[in-house]
């Protein structure tokens, strides 16, 4: 079956950094365009990066030229890395993938399979 887990998350001051990952089984993971989402306390799920099956990135405008979107094949691992952190950016933070194989214009309505999340807390 599908799985993804995510790791990385913790707490970390305004202005620092955080690496997270999302190991993936149960599918053909060279195939799959992925994406990372998060949901702020109160807020909706959103898009913040992904990444198509061939390696093109996409990120949402707030985390654009903070956040790096990239993904290891032989390793069935997708990365987020997040720089220059903001309070803002603080939220449960999913690794999910696209529900067609080799699909490379998707919305978060693509996404049929996410993780557990990971908690990301920045402190101003």
């Known amino acids: 079956q599908v799985q993804l887990v995510e790791s990385g998350g913790g707490v970390v001051q305004a202005g620092g950094s955080l690496r997270l990952s999302c190991v993936a089984s149960?599918?053909?993971?060279?195939?799959?365009?992925m994406g990372w989402l998060r949901q702020a306390p109160g807020a909706g799920r959103e898009s913040v990066a992904s990444?198509?099956?061939?390696?093109?990135?996409h990120y949402a405008d707030s985390v654009k030229d903070r956040f790096t979107i990239s993904r290891d094949n032989h390793n069935n691992t997708v990365y987020l890395q997040m720089n220059s952190l903001k309070p803002e950016d603080t939220a449960d933070y999913y690794c999910?993938?696209?529900?067609?194989?080799?699909?490379?214009?998707?919305?978060?309505?693509?996404?049929?399979?996410w993780g557990r999340g990971t908690q990301v807390t920045v402190s101003s």
């Open positions: 999910a993938k696209v529900r067609t194989p080799l699909q490379v214009t998707f919305s978060i309505h693509d996404f049929d399979y």
């Open positions: 149960g599918f053909s993971f060279e195939s799959a365009s």
């Open positions: 990444i198509t099956w061939s390696g093109a990135p």
